[in-house]
């Protein structure tokens, strides 16, 4: 069974930073993809980006140059750094999980695996 921790959230003004970070257990987790997700009040879950096993990286149009995944297979982590952040950014942010894939997946019905998210709040 694998299971997701989300860390970091929190509340910050606008133009700030936050790091996030979500511990991977249960399996080896150099061999999963893994993504960020975020889902605002009233909204659908939306993809933020995503590491491919290769270190390989995508994101969304949306946080392009101000957000950053990377991954920690020795601590089996992977974090978001997250700056120059809007009020917009707002929302309960999920980690993911896909075990393998050359391809890097950006719908959250690919992903089996979820964290319990973490609250960013963005408001001065």
């Keep these: 069974q694998v299971q ?4 970091g959230g929190g509340l910050v003004q ?14 080896t987790f ?36 101000r957000f950053t995944i990377s991954r920690d297979n020795a601590k ?3 974090n978001l750094q997250m700056n120059s ?7 309960v942010y999920y980690c993911a999980a896909h075990e393998g894939g050359s391809i890097l997946f950006v719908s959250p019905n690919r992903y089996n695996y979820w964290g319990q998210g973490t ?3 963005v408001s001065s």
């Design 14 to 27: 606008p133009g700030g930073s936050l790091r996030l970070s979500c511990v991977v257990s249960g399996r």
């Design 85 to 91: 952040l809007k009020p917009e950014d707002t929302a």
């Design 30 to 65: 150099s061999s999963y993809m893994a993504a960020w997700f975020r889902q605002a009040p009233g909204k659908d879950r939306e993809f933020v980006g995503v590491i491919g096993t290769s270190g390989r990286t995508y994101y969304a149009d949306s946080v392009k140059g």
């Design 119 to 121: 609250q960013v709040t």
């Design 4 to 7: 997701l921790v989300e860390s």
């Design 76 to 78: 089996n982590a992977v």
